[in-house]
């Protein structure tokens, strides 16, 4: 059974930082592209990072480009969202997802993955 598990979200003061991990298991995305979305209350989910499946190419929303980076370990099945400068609008479920094919470029919207997380909360208090 494969799983997508998200840890490290929390509460942070804007300005803090936080880094969420998101452990693989039931099988290797080390050939597939990973990203992390979004969810606030009320609120569609949405892009914020992508990576291939090498590291190569990373796509960011403009909302948390150059604060947030997306980064995996393909060793260790795990793909990473380290988030600096937080703000209050950045409070929301996190989650991660795997694409379940291998592509080159590695999708912006949630049509393009297959396998999701439970999500983690991430909440910026002003």
């Known amino acids: 059974q494969v799983q997508l598990i998200e840890s490290g979200g929390g509460l942070v003061q804007a300005g803090g930082s936080l880094e969420l991990s998101c452990a693989a298991s039931g099988r290797t995305f080390s050939s597939n592209p990973m990203g992390w979305f979004r969810q606030a209350p009320g609120k569609e989910r949405e892009f914020v990072a992508a990576?291939?499946?090498?590291?190569?190419?990373?796509y960011y929303s403009d909302s948390v480009k150059g604060r947030f980076t997306i980064s995996r370990d393909n060793r260790i099945n795990t793909l990473f969202l380290q988030m600096n400068s937080l703000k209050v609008e950045d409070t929301a479920n996190y989650y991660c997802?795997?694409?379940?094919?291998?592509?080159?470029?590695?999708?912006?919207?949630?049509?393009?993955?297959?396998?999701w997380g439970q999500g983690t909360q991430v909440t910026v208090s002003s």
């Open positions: 997802a795997a694409a379940q094919e291998p592509t080159t470029t590695p999708p912006i919207s949630t049509p393009g993955y297959h396998y």
């Open positions: 990576i291939s499946s090498g590291s190569v190419t990373r």
